[in-house]
């Protein structure tokens, strides 16, 4: 929007071609394109306002919409209209509009405000022409060129690149569409695909600008393709009106890219320079790393021991002459070649020459790189020498470690099989087969003593051609010989045991036989016994606490003669390890019938005799606790029984106090309170049941016979009756608030609460939207669909479904309301400023009360208009920031 504010001089519109003369009747098919043209560029503007018109010389009759017309495309205020509906008052109207258009320095020709008024079509285009040249042509210039020619000659040079496109004037040089389409790919070339486009296609290339300019470009449709086409000459005013809001889409963005094109070519070449001073820096860095690490690697002759080990060195350092060096060339190569692509482009840029980081010069590199060939000579014919060395004693140590491996695999848990005592454990028929196997044993013995004389000549050998890891192999051999005399003694020691033993297990086998059969069944006895006696219970009353403990003294009475029983059992063990003890037999774990033992039984029946005073104290435990849980289950249900009742007839009476008008909002909230005030008196007996239910939890009671309350509903029913009544008190403070801002009697309220009560059918103190709309309609509203919706906006902005009963008196009261607008504090801010369109620190500090006047200048920001002053503060920003407005 242009500001005319600094236009003082007159100018003349109704002169040569803008001519309009009132005796002069229009085209019929310029009238029409003016009337579509002229009333889409009005509602361009009028949208900000949030209206519109349908009909240009009825719509502005009553001067109200011209005027507002005026105060949006101006950003100015007119003076107030008159709301009468006499044709006085519209002249009136009109006449305030005229007199601001003539203020700006136009001078209206022929146009009077009774032919406005009187609805003369021809008059009210003129008028409508004039304000368009006045506040959207008149201030365009290209090249020292404004107003209409400027127009054109801004057309000329933004469509001269297309060669279909010549624009001569505002009429026949956009039939063919074109010229539209050029100006929006000439600007925004991703929106239109100029390539496809004929001339020969008028139709498709209008519509093809018209569309995608109100789709984009928030340009509206204010021509018709069909009308353009079909009219020999179009309107040149309609076009020209068109065209122009192309231009003010345009002009402004093609300032800042040609701006914004020549910083990002300049910093362009900076960039790139910095990129190759980076990139050479890191290039030199990484290549002088790589030379400090790998020349230590070339310069190291330590040799290895192993033929594997010298065959890695050598297989690295053909990866290094392969993979590893020749990158790192081409890298050298590189960098000499950058640094001096980057000389050339300073110098050739003007800026001065790349001195790079200490020590990463080109000649630092060079002699690092004659250092690495330096250490890279010799490195492989040393590797191959080495190589030959070792090869010389891999066949010995080989053989060696082949003789050794099979020796030692053969031996391998030989000595733990010979010093096993698995004949203690055994029974007599599996001793006679250990005997056997012992025999066998003792001939491949005396197999393998020739591969321990040859291990022993290899060994002797490698000392003799200095073996470096002599050591080792001299280790391994008098371990291998070590281990074979070993063998020879304990073969001898483990034949003369078995034979021992066999003797001594026909002796005891029958003892084990004997114990077997009597342990077993009594095993089984204690482990049911146990069992029963740790099986858990879980009971709910007396009499079955009663049973249990008469089954308990029952098994009590049978103890004295199973103690008899396992007395006789491990007298047959006693007899068994006094064998074992007089011949020296270890026994444990050897009774091949059973794996009962008496330590087992000894500690099983300990167990029992454990279990059986702690049965007798869970017994008369779990009755006490019966007889508790029953005393706390009826404690908390007498109170649960009297506090639920309680809390649900306290919901009903509020919930009738709210919806009821019994006297004034004042005697309703001190009705309220008194409720408040006896609801949380009573919270001493919630937090005494409180106290009761965790005393029912920590018992860890699940069920109570005695009452239908749960704690959970007591707490749920006591938090919504305080949420309910707090609620309920707030409501009431806003309807009061409310009819004392808005000036509400109490008769009025009265009746508001009566229609809302009459038309809340479910008596929730709420209404939905079908509620709301048929309670509209009863009261004279004539609601479309679009309408209740943004009625509905307005009541219920977060989209609920529901309208309470504060929503609907503000509703109800919104058009009596008198409150401030920021255009009013506005107004009476450039009243104490003097009318100027800022205001002084003193001004404010002379005028307002002093906390008042600081807390303004705290809050206004400076201002930044061209007629400012040093200290000038904007009140017009912080007018509308008062009221949260992002647009006046």
């Not at 000595?415 to 066998?440: C, G, P, V, W, Y």
């Not at 000036?743 to 009025?748: A, L, R």
């Amino acid at each position: 929007m242009h500001n005319m504010d600094d236009y003082d001089g007159e100018i003349d519109y109704m002169h040569q071609e803008d001519d309009w003369d009132r005796d002069l009747l229009l085209d019929p098919a310029w009238e029409k394109q003016q009337r579509k043209t002229f009333t889409a560029w009005c509602n361009s503007h009028l949208r900000k306002a949030g209206t519109q018109i349908e009909n240009i010389e009825e719509d502005f009759r009553d001067g109200l919409k011209l005027m507002l017309l005026l105060e949006v495309i101006s950003g100015e205020r007119l003076a107030k209209p008159e709301r009468g509906k006499m044709r006085v008052h519209k002249i009136s109207n009109v006449n305030k509009a005229l007199d601001f258009i003539t203020g700006k320095g136009v001078k209206l020709v022929s146009i009077g405000a009774e032919e406005i008024v009187d609805g003369n079509a021809k008059m009210t285009l003129g008028m409508i022409w004039t304000i368009i040249l006045r506040f959207a042509i008149q201030d365009i210039s290209v090249e020292e060129t404004s107003a209409k020619e400027g127009l054109l000659l801004w057309c000329q040079r933004k469509t001269a690149p297309y060669k279909n496109v010549n624009i001569q004037n505002f009429h026949i040089s956009w039939k063919d569409g074109l010229g539209f389409c050029a100006l929006i790919h000439r600007h925004r070339p991703e929106l239109i695909d100029y390539g496809k486009l004929r001339k020969d296609d008028p139709m498709t290339n209008l519509n093809t600008a018209f569309d995608v300019a109100e789709k984009y470009l928030d340009i509206p449709k204010m021509l018709d393709a069909e009308d353009i086409i079909s009219t020999l000459r179009p309107d040149e005013k309609a076009v020209m009106t068109y065209v122009s809001c192309y231009y003010h889409a345009f002009s402004g963005k093609q300032k800042a890219e040609t701006a914004a094109n020549r910083i990002c070519k300049v910093l362009a070449v900076n960039q790139e320079n910095e990129q190759l001073m980076e990139d050479y820096e890191k290039l030199a860095t990484d290549l002088l790393e790589w030379i400090r690490r790998t020349i230590p690697w070339l310069e190291n002759r330590l040799p290895e021991n192993t033929m594997q080990a010298m065959q890695q060195k050598l297989e690295d350092f053909r990866d290094y002459r392969r993979l590893h060096k020749p990158p790192k060339v081409q890298e050298k190569c590189q960098l000499e070649i950058n640094f001096n692509t980057l000389q050339t482009k300073l110098r050739l840029s003007n800026r001065p020459a790349f001195m790079p980081s200490e020590g990463k010069m080109v000649s630092d590199i060079n002699n690092a790189w004659g250092n690495l060939e330096g250490a890279e000579k010799g490195y492989e014919e040393w590797l191959l020498n080495e190589i030959r060395r070792l090869e010389r004693l891999d066949h010995l140590v080989e053989k060696f470690r082949q003789k050794a491996a099979i020796h030692e695999a053969w031996t391998a848990g030989k000595e733990d099989m010979l010093q096993k005592h698995d004949f203690e454990t055994a029974s007599l028929s599996e001793i006679k087969a250990l005997l056997k196997k012992h025999e066998a044993f003792e001939s491949d013995l005396a197999a393998h003593q020739d591969r321990v004389e040859q291990i022993a000549a290899i060994a002797q050998e490698l000392n003799e051609l200095d073996y470096y890891d002599s050591p080792s192999v001299n280790a391994r051999c008098q371990r291998i010989c070590d281990q074979w005399d070993a063998l020879g003694a304990l073969t001898q020691k483990r034949s003369e045991a078995l034979q021992r033993t066999e003797k001594l297990l026909e002796t005891i086998d029958q003892l084990y036989l004997e114990f077997a059969k009597r342990a077993a069944p009594f095993n089984n006895w204690m482990e049911g016994a146990m069992e029963d006696l740790q099986d858990t219970f879980i009971v709910h009353t007396i009499e079955e606490i009663q049973g249990l403990s008469t089954a308990h003294e029952q098994f009590k009475a049978t103890l004295p003669d199973a103690d008899k029983e396992r007395q006789a059992i491990l007298g047959i063990h006693n007899e068994i390890a006094k064998i074992v003890q007089t011949y020296h037999v270890n026994m444990a774990g050897t009774n091949p019938y059973t794996t009962i033992n008496p330590q087992e039984i000894n500690a099983k029946w300990d167990k029992v005799r454990q279990l059986v005073p702690q049965r007798d104290q869970a017994l008369i435990e779990e009755h006490a606790r019966q007889q508790n849980n029953e005393r706390l289950r009826r404690q908390f249900a007498n109170q649960a029984n009297v506090i639920g009742p309680w809390i649900q007839n306290k919901m009903e009476e509020i919930g009738r106090i709210s919806i009821e008008m019994h006297g004034t909002l004042e005697d309703q909230l001190t009705h309220l309170r008194q409720y408040e005030k006896s609801i949380v008196n009573y919270k001493p007996k919630i937090n005494q049941l409180e106290g009761d239910h965790q005393l029912i939890q920590e018992a860890l009671i699940f069920d109570n016979k005695h009452t239908n309350y749960t704690m959970e509903h007591i707490r749920v029913g006591w938090e919504q009756l305080l949420t309910t009544i707090a609620r309920t008190i707030n409501e009431i403070e806003n309807q009061v608030l409310t009819r004392d801002a808005k000036g509400i009697s109490q008769e009025q309220l009265n009746e508001y609460r009566a229609s809302f009560n009459h038309f809340d059918r479910k008596r929730s103190g709420i209404m939905d939207a079908e509620d709301f709309k048929t309670c509209l309609i009863s009261v004279g509203y004539n609601l479309g669909e679009n309408e209740f919706s943004r009625i509905m906006s307005i009541v219920d902005p977060n989209r609920m479904g529901i309208v309470t009963f504060q929503a609907f008196i503000d509703f109800m009261s919104r058009e009596t309301a008198d409150t401030d607008t920021a255009d009013q504090v506005m107004a009476s801010f450039k009243v104490l400023a003097g009318d100027k369109n800022y205001i002084l620190a003193d001004e404010l500090r002379r005028e307002l009360p002093p906390d008042q006047a600081e807390y303004c200048i705290a809050r206004m920001a400076p201002y930044t208009g061209p007629d400012g002053v040093p200290g000038a503060l904007d009140y017009m920003s912080f007018s509308t920031a008062l009221y949260g407005e992002s647009d006046l």
